[in-house]
Protein backbone atom coordinates (compact mmCIF):
# COMPACT_ATOMS: atom_id res chain seq x y z
CA UNK A 1 0.00 0.00 0.00
CA UNK A 2 1.24 3.74 -0.70
CA UNK A 3 0.22 7.06 1.17
CA UNK A 4 -0.75 9.16 -1.27
CA UNK A 5 -0.65 12.90 0.99
CA UNK A 6 -1.78 16.08 -0.73
CA UNK A 7 0.62 17.50 -2.34
CA UNK A 8 1.09 20.98 -3.20
CA UNK A 9 1.50 21.18 -7.37
CA UNK A 10 1.59 25.12 -7.97
CA UNK A 11 4.92 25.91 -9.72
CA UNK A 12 7.33 27.39 -7.84
CA UNK A 13 8.79 29.62 -10.82
CA UNK A 14 5.13 30.70 -12.86
CA UNK A 15 4.73 29.56 -16.49
CA UNK A 16 8.07 26.99 -16.37
CA UNK A 17 7.35 24.19 -17.66
CA UNK A 18 6.58 21.43 -15.60
CA UNK A 19 10.03 19.21 -15.39
CA UNK A 20 10.36 16.51 -12.85
CA UNK A 21 13.35 14.97 -12.14
CA UNK A 22 13.05 11.51 -10.02
CA UNK A 23 16.85 10.67 -8.92
CA UNK A 24 17.24 7.03 -7.53
CA UNK A 25 18.53 5.27 -4.99
CA UNK A 26 21.82 3.67 -4.68
CA UNK A 27 24.00 4.71 -1.77
CA UNK A 28 27.56 6.10 -3.15
CA UNK A 29 26.80 5.41 -6.71
CA UNK A 30 24.09 8.61 -6.16
CA UNK A 31 27.08 10.75 -6.60
CA UNK A 32 26.05 10.32 -10.19
CA UNK A 33 23.32 12.25 -9.75
CA UNK A 34 25.39 15.28 -9.12
CA UNK A 35 27.03 14.45 -12.55
CA UNK A 36 23.56 14.25 -13.88
CA UNK A 37 22.27 17.41 -12.76
CA UNK A 38 25.19 19.66 -13.96
CA UNK A 39 25.13 18.06 -17.01
CA UNK A 40 21.37 18.94 -17.58
CA UNK A 41 21.99 22.18 -16.45
CA UNK A 42 24.69 22.62 -19.55
CA UNK A 43 21.62 21.19 -21.84
CA UNK A 44 19.16 23.98 -20.73
CA UNK A 45 17.06 21.36 -18.42
CA UNK A 46 16.72 22.94 -14.96
CA UNK A 47 13.83 20.60 -13.48
CA UNK A 48 11.43 22.70 -11.22
CA UNK A 49 10.32 19.61 -9.77
CA UNK A 50 13.03 16.77 -7.49
CA UNK A 51 11.53 13.66 -6.05
CA UNK A 52 14.61 11.44 -4.76
CA UNK A 53 14.53 8.35 -3.06
CA UNK A 54 17.59 7.12 -0.40
CA UNK A 55 20.63 8.84 -1.30
CA UNK A 56 18.56 10.49 -4.59
CA UNK A 57 17.08 12.26 -1.84
CA UNK A 58 20.53 13.75 -0.18
CA UNK A 59 21.19 15.21 -3.51
CA UNK A 60 17.91 16.23 -4.30
CA UNK A 61 17.90 18.34 -1.51
CA UNK A 62 21.00 19.87 -1.92
CA UNK A 63 19.57 20.83 -5.59
CA UNK A 64 16.26 22.55 -4.51
CA UNK A 65 18.10 24.73 -2.28
CA UNK A 66 20.90 25.99 -4.86
CA UNK A 67 23.62 24.50 -3.02
CA UNK A 68 24.50 21.71 -5.24
CA UNK A 69 27.93 23.21 -6.33
CA UNK A 70 29.00 22.77 -2.74
CA UNK A 71 28.05 19.53 -2.20
CA UNK A 72 29.69 18.52 -5.11
CA UNK A 73 33.22 19.94 -3.84
CA UNK A 74 32.74 18.62 -0.66
CA UNK A 75 31.85 14.91 -2.18
CA UNK A 76 35.28 15.09 -4.79
CA UNK A 77 37.33 16.10 -1.50
CA UNK A 78 36.09 12.81 0.29
CA UNK A 79 38.70 10.16 1.09
CA UNK A 80 37.82 6.69 2.71
CA UNK A 81 38.83 8.28 6.45
CA UNK A 82 36.36 10.69 6.22
CA UNK A 83 33.90 8.78 5.43
CA UNK A 84 34.50 6.65 8.09
CA UNK A 85 34.41 9.80 10.38
CA UNK A 86 31.01 10.46 9.72
CA UNK A 87 29.67 7.18 10.94
CA UNK A 88 28.71 6.30 14.14
CA UNK A 89 28.13 2.92 15.51
CA UNK A 90 24.82 1.78 16.45
CA UNK A 91 23.82 -1.71 17.59
CA UNK A 92 20.57 -1.99 17.93
CA UNK A 93 18.36 -1.77 14.63
CA UNK A 94 21.41 -0.72 12.64
CA UNK A 95 25.18 -0.87 11.87
CA UNK A 96 24.90 3.35 11.93
CA UNK A 97 22.93 5.83 13.69
CA UNK A 98 23.19 8.51 10.83
CA UNK A 99 22.77 11.29 13.39
CA UNK A 100 26.37 12.12 12.83
CA UNK A 101 25.52 12.47 9.07
CA UNK A 102 22.66 14.47 9.69
CA UNK A 103 23.97 16.92 11.83
CA UNK A 104 26.67 17.44 9.44
CA UNK A 105 24.37 17.79 6.36
CA UNK A 106 22.20 20.14 8.24
CA UNK A 107 25.20 22.15 9.12
CA UNK A 108 26.86 22.15 5.75
CA UNK A 109 24.11 22.17 3.28
CA UNK A 110 20.27 21.90 3.90
CA UNK A 111 19.02 23.40 7.55
CA UNK A 112 15.43 23.99 6.33
CA UNK A 113 12.04 23.58 5.79
CA UNK A 114 9.93 22.26 2.75
CA UNK A 115 7.75 25.28 2.40
CA UNK A 116 11.32 27.36 1.83
CA UNK A 117 12.84 25.44 -1.09
CA UNK A 118 13.58 26.71 -4.39
CA UNK A 119 12.32 24.11 -6.17
CA UNK A 120 9.78 21.77 -5.66
CA UNK A 121 11.03 18.46 -3.26
CA UNK A 122 9.57 15.81 -1.94
CA UNK A 123 11.49 12.01 -0.78
CA UNK A 124 10.53 8.68 -0.31
CA UNK A 125 10.34 6.67 2.49
CA UNK A 126 8.74 3.10 3.67
CA UNK A 127 7.32 2.91 6.78
CA UNK A 128 8.26 -0.28 8.32
CA UNK A 129 5.37 -1.47 10.28
CA UNK A 130 2.89 -1.62 7.12
CA UNK A 131 5.34 -1.63 4.21
CA UNK A 132 3.61 1.10 2.84
CA UNK A 133 5.05 3.96 0.42
CA UNK A 134 5.41 7.47 2.59
CA UNK A 135 5.77 10.60 0.58
CA UNK A 136 7.78 13.54 2.94
CA UNK A 137 6.74 16.78 1.84
CA UNK A 138 6.37 18.64 4.95
CA UNK A 139 8.66 19.91 8.18
CA UNK A 140 12.29 19.56 7.99
CA UNK A 141 13.78 18.79 5.34
CA UNK A 142 16.90 16.51 6.64
CA UNK A 143 14.54 14.88 9.12
CA UNK A 144 13.01 13.38 5.94
CA UNK A 145 16.11 12.90 4.28
CA UNK A 146 17.31 10.92 7.35
CA UNK A 147 14.15 8.48 7.27
CA UNK A 148 15.06 8.16 3.06
CA UNK A 149 18.07 6.79 3.40
CA UNK A 150 17.74 4.40 5.97
CA UNK A 151 19.30 1.31 4.28
CA UNK A 152 17.81 -1.67 6.43
CA UNK A 153 20.91 -3.79 8.10
CA UNK A 154 23.03 -0.15 7.66
CA UNK A 155 21.38 3.04 9.06
CA UNK A 156 18.82 2.69 12.17
CA UNK A 157 15.05 2.94 11.71
CA UNK A 158 14.28 6.31 11.80
CA UNK A 159 10.80 7.44 14.12
CA UNK A 160 9.18 10.41 11.92
CA UNK A 161 5.82 12.19 12.56
CA UNK A 162 4.82 9.06 14.01
CA UNK A 163 6.12 6.66 11.87
CA UNK A 164 8.97 3.86 12.04
CA UNK A 165 10.67 5.05 8.23
CA UNK A 166 12.94 2.69 6.46
CA UNK A 167 15.04 3.78 2.99
CA UNK A 168 12.33 4.33 0.12
CA UNK A 169 14.41 1.97 -1.96
CA UNK A 170 12.40 -0.72 -0.79
CA UNK A 171 9.19 0.28 -2.58
CA UNK A 172 9.72 2.96 -4.70
CA UNK A 173 13.61 3.11 -5.82
CA UNK A 174 13.23 5.30 -8.49
CA UNK A 175 10.16 7.63 -7.97
CA UNK A 176 8.63 8.48 -11.24
CA UNK A 177 5.28 8.55 -9.58
CA UNK A 178 6.14 10.92 -6.66
CA UNK A 179 7.42 13.64 -9.59
CA UNK A 180 4.21 13.37 -11.56
CA UNK A 181 2.22 13.48 -8.49
CA UNK A 182 3.58 17.18 -7.57
CA UNK A 183 2.67 18.23 -11.07
CA UNK A 184 5.66 16.87 -13.25
CA UNK A 185 4.07 17.12 -17.31
CA UNK A 186 7.46 14.99 -18.03
CA UNK A 187 9.86 12.87 -16.11
CA UNK A 188 13.47 12.28 -16.54
CA UNK A 189 14.32 9.65 -13.95
CA UNK A 190 17.75 8.02 -13.10
CA UNK A 191 18.19 4.75 -12.46
CA UNK A 192 21.54 3.17 -10.68
CA UNK A 193 20.94 0.25 -10.62
CA UNK A 194 20.96 -0.48 -14.31
CA UNK A 195 24.48 -2.62 -14.25
CA UNK A 196 24.97 -3.28 -10.31
CA UNK A 197 22.78 -7.15 -9.88
CA UNK A 198 25.71 -9.52 -9.05
CA UNK A 199 28.23 -6.88 -8.80
CA UNK A 200 29.37 -6.83 -5.40
CA UNK A 201 30.76 -10.29 -5.42
CA UNK A 202 32.82 -9.96 -8.36
CA UNK A 203 36.51 -9.68 -7.93
CA UNK A 204 37.32 -5.42 -9.17
CA UNK A 205 39.11 -5.74 -12.40
CA UNK A 206 42.09 -3.97 -12.89
CA UNK A 207 44.22 -2.10 -9.11
CA UNK A 208 43.62 -3.91 -6.26
CA UNK A 209 41.81 -2.06 -4.09
CA UNK A 210 43.49 -1.32 -0.39
CA UNK A 211 41.76 -3.67 1.82
CA UNK A 212 40.75 -0.60 4.73
CA UNK A 213 38.59 0.18 1.41
CA UNK A 214 36.80 -2.84 0.77
CA UNK A 215 33.00 -2.74 2.05
CA UNK A 216 34.49 -5.15 4.93
CA UNK A 217 37.66 -2.90 6.14
CA UNK A 218 35.68 0.08 6.54
CA UNK A 219 32.85 -2.16 8.46
CA UNK A 220 35.65 -3.35 10.38
CA UNK A 221 37.76 -0.12 10.99
CA UNK A 222 34.36 1.21 12.47
CA UNK A 223 33.26 -1.80 14.82
CA UNK A 224 36.98 -1.76 15.61
CA UNK A 225 36.75 2.47 16.83
CA UNK A 226 34.28 1.47 19.47
CA UNK A 227 35.97 -2.13 20.67
CA UNK A 228 34.30 -4.41 18.53
CA UNK A 229 36.67 -6.23 16.34
CA UNK A 230 36.74 -10.23 15.30
CA UNK A 231 39.04 -12.03 17.14
CA UNK A 232 38.64 -9.96 20.36
CA UNK A 233 35.68 -12.40 21.49
CA UNK A 234 33.37 -9.50 20.54
CA UNK A 235 32.57 -10.43 16.95
CA UNK A 236 32.82 -14.15 15.99
CA UNK A 237 35.79 -15.11 13.42
CA UNK A 238 34.65 -16.37 10.31
CA UNK A 239 35.41 -19.74 8.86
CA UNK A 240 38.11 -18.75 6.51
CA UNK A 241 38.00 -22.21 4.60
CA UNK A 242 34.15 -21.53 3.95
CA UNK A 243 35.34 -18.02 1.90
CA UNK A 244 32.23 -16.62 2.76
CA UNK A 245 31.94 -12.44 1.80
CA UNK A 246 31.76 -9.76 4.80
CA UNK A 247 28.78 -9.61 6.35
CA UNK A 248 28.06 -6.06 4.64
CA UNK A 249 29.39 -7.51 1.16
CA UNK A 250 26.20 -9.91 1.66
CA UNK A 251 23.63 -7.11 2.71
CA UNK A 252 25.36 -4.96 -0.69
CA UNK A 253 24.42 -7.30 -2.90
CA UNK A 254 21.01 -8.50 -1.41
CA UNK A 255 20.19 -4.54 -1.45
CA UNK A 256 21.28 -4.47 -5.55
CA UNK A 257 19.13 -7.35 -6.52
CA UNK A 258 15.81 -6.09 -4.39
CA UNK A 259 16.34 -2.54 -5.36
CA UNK A 260 16.87 -3.64 -9.48
CA UNK A 261 14.12 -5.73 -9.86
CA UNK A 262 11.50 -3.17 -7.71
CA UNK A 263 13.01 -0.58 -9.81
CA UNK A 264 12.43 -2.81 -13.07
CA UNK A 265 8.67 -3.38 -12.34
CA UNK A 266 7.78 0.01 -10.64
CA UNK A 267 9.08 1.72 -14.25
CA UNK A 268 7.63 -0.60 -16.42
CA UNK A 269 4.70 0.41 -14.82
CA UNK A 270 5.05 3.70 -14.36
CA UNK A 271 7.78 5.11 -17.36
CA UNK A 272 9.63 8.26 -17.24
CA UNK A 273 9.35 10.19 -20.71
CA UNK A 274 13.62 9.86 -20.34
CA UNK A 275 15.54 7.35 -18.68
CA UNK A 276 19.21 8.00 -17.54
CA UNK A 277 20.86 5.32 -16.60
CA UNK A 278 24.99 5.83 -15.28
CA UNK A 279 27.04 2.57 -15.08
CA UNK A 280 28.25 2.57 -11.65
CA UNK A 281 27.99 -0.86 -10.99
CA UNK A 282 31.68 -1.18 -10.20
CA UNK A 283 31.04 1.13 -7.18
CA UNK A 284 30.68 -0.60 -4.08
CA UNK A 285 27.89 0.60 -1.63
CA UNK A 286 29.89 2.78 0.95
CA UNK A 287 32.38 3.90 -2.14
CA UNK A 288 31.99 7.51 -1.15
CA UNK A 289 35.23 8.60 -1.52
CA UNK A 290 34.94 7.50 -5.58
CA UNK A 291 33.37 10.67 -6.05
CA UNK A 292 34.67 11.75 -9.29
CA UNK A 293 34.25 8.27 -10.86
CA UNK A 294 30.58 8.44 -10.26
CA UNK A 295 29.64 11.84 -11.11
CA UNK A 296 32.00 11.49 -14.89
CA UNK A 297 29.86 8.47 -15.72
CA UNK A 298 26.62 10.60 -14.00
CA UNK A 299 27.58 13.23 -17.00
CA UNK A 300 28.28 10.49 -19.74
CA UNK A 301 24.94 8.64 -18.62
CA UNK A 302 23.42 12.46 -20.11
CA UNK A 303 25.56 12.84 -23.12
CA UNK A 304 24.52 9.02 -23.97
CA UNK A 305 20.55 10.09 -23.28
CA UNK A 306 21.01 13.59 -25.31
CA UNK A 307 18.86 12.87 -28.19
CA UNK A 308 16.19 11.62 -26.05
CA UNK A 309 16.29 14.98 -24.28
CA UNK A 310 16.70 17.30 -26.96
CA UNK A 311 13.13 15.83 -28.61
CA UNK A 312 11.60 15.99 -25.25
CA UNK A 313 12.73 19.70 -24.93
CA UNK A 314 11.58 20.50 -28.48
CA UNK A 315 8.01 18.73 -27.56
CA UNK A 316 8.64 21.32 -24.37
CA UNK A 317 8.69 24.20 -26.92
CA UNK A 318 6.06 23.42 -28.86
CA UNK A 319 3.63 23.23 -25.90
CA UNK A 320 4.69 26.55 -24.50
CA UNK A 321 4.90 28.51 -27.75
Known amino acids: MTEFPPL ?3 PKVPGAPGVGLALGSGAARGWAHLGVLRALEAEGVVPQIIGGCSIGSFVGAAAAVGDLAKLTQWAESLKWQDVVSLLDVSLRGGLIKGERLIQFFEKNFVDRDFSTLDRRFACVATELDSGREVWLHEGSVSAAVRASIA ?7 VMHQGRLLVDGGLVNPVPVSLCRAMGAD ?8 SDTAGRALRRTAGKPVPAEETEAGWSDRLLARFGFA ?9 DAS ?13 INIMQVRIARSRLAGEPADVLISPRVGQLGLMDYHRASEAIAEGEAAVARARPALRYLLDQLDGRTA
Open 151 to 157: LPGLFTP
Open 242 to 254: ANLPSLVTVISAS
Open 186 to 193: VVIAVDLG
Open 8 to 10: DRT
Open 230 to 238: AGNGTIPMP
